[in-house]
Nanobody, 116 residues
Framework: QVQLVESGGGLVQAGGSLRLSCAAS????????VGWYRQAPGKQRELVAA???????NYADSVKGRFTNSRDNAKNTLYLQMNSLKPEDTAVYYC??????????WGQGTQVTVSS
């Protein structure tokens, strides 16, 4: 059974930083494409950042230069370093994984709230 468990969310002032973590189990993490999505109230879930098994990354335009997505295959863990946070970054952040068979898995989500 695949599990993705996020941690690190919370309340921060605008301009601050947070680091999200996603611990994966039940999946061959090293060959999965993993990333982060977010969903703000009343909005659709959107891709924030993703990283392939080869280390290629892509980011939403709105977070480029502020967020860094990284993975530690030895620890089966994904990270999202978020700097220069803005109120519009407020959302529930979800960890996402796609395995070699293209099955998709989601974490339960962690709330990030940025106050102005």
């Amino acid at each position: 059974q695949v599990q993705l468990v996020e941690s690190g969310g919370g309340l921060v002032q605008a301009g601050g930083s947070l680091r999200l973590s996603c611990a994966a189990s039940g999946i061959i993490f090293s060959i999965a494409t993993v990333g982060w999505y977010r969903q703000a109230p009343g909005k659709q879930r959107e891709l924030v950042a993703a990283i392939t098994s080869g280390g290629s990354t892509n980011y939403a335009d709105s977070v480029k230069g502020r967020f860094t997505n990284s993975r530690d295959n030895a620890k089966n863990t994904l990270y999202l370093q978020m700097n220069s946070l803005k109120p519009e970054d407020t959302a529930v952040y979800y960890c996402h994984a796609e395995d070699f068979a293209r099955y998709e898995y989601w974490g339960q989500g962690t709330q990030v709230t940025v106050s102005s």
